[in-house]
């Protein structure tokens, strides 16, 4: 793919309260091949025409501008669902030939991945997160509408003998129909060798039926765990950073499992993330209402200096907080699946 330009001084991805962003989340697909009750209704969605996704050439193109003059040093490929991508193997491969060579990871519900795990790796994928959300293939049909349990199971086993590892899974505990399986799922992990990472239900749905008082919090995960005598892992001398994810020790074990509490335990002072969506446009926060549109600029003609700048602007007029706990909260328009996560 051509480079555009010259490489010039790193401009960082600051905003006002002292914030700078190194981590870029990038959408491949606002499609995927799972029906998430949390996430789209039966029927799916009106997903994009072709001609508003950003090509290999574009998207690649942007990533080289954050990576080369921004300051971005670690690119996670989400989706929808990313293995929708056939040509996924390609584009990571053009990012891992980046200078400075940032860390490449993949967030995938794990469907296909059995066959595409070590093709991902050769092409320079580092760390992979699958989501899981229940280890009862009824279950997982109800919360997905689709019966692909075994695929993901059998994407994860993939993944790990590519060299993927740790594994790590994401997973959603809805009230009444899983909320009951944490003990069940961090005992799998412990087996499988697979770090698990609970997440709380954000307000990201495309029917806008999130309800918080549905939504099962970290306190009561943790409650549910409390007979694997789970222990902090930064009161061990690891620091939690500017990580989404709060790490617990199970027992006297070396595993880990994670607590992402968006919602109940927000951690947006330590925010280092930008996301991009598959259309090309810069998204400052996950719960932002408004974005600024990279797309049109390549389109038009603009150099990778003027993209640059367009681009630390949408960031430097990044929000304190995601305000999901104010009274004035607003979902985003878009869904969790046209977003990338």
């Not at 996670?76 to 491969?93: K, M, Q, V, Y």
């Not at 909320?179 to 997440?199: K, M, N, Q």
């Amino acid at each position: 793919m051509p480079r555009h330009g010259n490489v010039r001084t790193i401009l960082p991805l600051a905003d006002a309260y002292g914030r700078v962003a190194t981590d870029l989340r990038v959408s491949l697909t606002d499609r995927c091949n799972l029906r998430c009750t949390y996430c789209m209704p039966p029927e799916g969605l009106d997903w994009m025409p072709d001609d508003r996704l950003l090509t290999n050439e574009e998207l690649v193109r942007l990533v080289r501008i954050g990576v080369e003059r921004l300051g971005i040093s670690s690119v996670r490929l989400t989706g929808g669902e990313p293995l929708l991508r056939r040509d996924l193997s390609l584009i990571i491969a053009a990012i891992a030939e980046l200078s400075p060579r940032p860390v490449i990871a993949l967030t995938t519900n794990g469907i296909g991945l059995a066959s595409r795990a070590e093709d991902l790796r050769a092409a320079g994928l580092d760390r992979i997160n699958v989501s899981l959300d229940t280890l009862d293939p009824e279950r997982f049909r109800t919360l997905t509408r689709r019966r692909r349990h075994a695929d993901v199971l059998s994407g994860i086993r993939a993944a790990k003998q590519a060299g993927l590892e740790p594994v790590k899974i994401n997973s959603v505990l809805m009230r009444g129909i899983n909320d009951d399986e944490a003990p069940a799922l961090v005992e799998w992990a412990g087996r499988e060798g697979v770090e698990l990472r609970f997440i709380e239900q954000m307000p990201l749905d495309a029917q806008h039926g999130w309800r918080r008082d549905r939504m099962v919090t970290a306190d009561e995960v943790l409650a549910s765990l409390a007979g694997h005598a789970l222990h902090p892992v930064a009161a061990e001398g690891r620091a939690r950073g500017s990580a989404p994810s709060e790490l617990f020790r199970v027992g006297d074990t070396e595993q880990l499992v994670g607590i992402i509490a968006s919602v109940s335990r927000p951690f947006c002072g330590a925010c280092d993330r930008v996301r991009l969506t598959a259309d090309g446009q810069v998204r400052n926060c996950l719960f932002s209402r408004t974005e600024d549109d990279l797309r049109s600029a390549l389109r038009a003609g603009a150099g990778d200096e003027e993209i640059a700048e367009q681009w630390a602007r949408a960031v430097a007029g990044k929000h304190p907080g995601h305000g999901i706990n104010d009274p004035s909260f607003l979902q985003p328009d878009r869904p969790m699946s046209a977003i990338g996560g």
